[in-house]
């Protein structure tokens, strides 16, 4: 069996506990015996998020290797090109309709 802590004690520990690294999920370590006494319920529920959470984080870490600085700004610039090529292109071509200011009819909204 374990030692009983004060309420207060044991808190006050939890919420000085930190996160090294968001990115890289580290398994919680805890003792068997510290689930006694709890309904069945809440070790499922905590460790089904547990699970949840190890996927967003791997998921997120594989994002942020692929998403550096370097490769967004080389996918800003293409971008960038693909639209500055498309302007080029098509502000030679003739336009087949005439301009708003020169049809006939209301032009105001």
Sequence with gaps: MHEWESQEKILSALELQD????LLYKD???ERHEWDNIPVIVPRFIIYLSKYVKGLSSFAKKQSEMETTEELRRDFDRRYEVILHFLYHYSNLKLKYKPISTRTGPTKI
């Design 19 to 22: 996160v090294e690294n968001f």
């Design 28 to 30: 919680f370590q805890y």
